[in-house]
């Protein structure tokens, strides 16, 4: 099983940024494709953003174009989600998932994902 490792959650302000990490270890991110899920209390956990481990594409959820930026830095074997104007129904639990190359087809399926980590609560309040 691929273990993998979020952090840079916090509490922020509305209208602020962050920048949340998915770091591997024990094996390299560069051939897997990253999802980004999240989940808020009591809803289902949605699909936010996926970058494949094949060609680097990237691929954003309908709802959430415009706000996020995934990315990869290779040199820390992490792929990061950049997060800007954050408002407070982006409060929720992120999470990031693998998958073998390319973004599944259904991206957005988390059953596509085997390997998840456990979670950074992000919270935007005022």
Do not use: H
């Not at 990253?34 to 494949?52: D, K, L, T, Y």
């Not at 792929?79 to 390319?102: H, M, W």
Request: aromatic share 12%.
């Amino acid at each position: 099983q691929l273990q993998l490792v979020e952090s840079g959650g916090g509490l922020v302000q509305p209208g602020g940024s962050l920048r949340l990490s998915c770091a591997a270890s024990g094996f390299t991110l560069d051939y897997y494709a990253i999802g980004w899920f999240r989940q808020a209390p009591g809803m289902e956990r949605e699909g936010v953003s996926c970058i494949s481990g094949s060609d680097g594409s990237t691929y954003y959820a309908d709802s959430l174009k415009g706000r996020f930026t995934i990315s990869r830095d290779n040199a820390k074997n992490t792929v990061n989600l950049q997060i800007f104007s954050l408002k407070p129904e982006d409060t929720a639990v992120y999470y990031c998932a693998a998958f073998p190359r390319g973004c599944p087809a259904a991206p957005w399926d988390t059953r596509e994902y085997d390997d998840w980590g456990q979670g950074t609560q992000v919270t935007v309040s005022s």
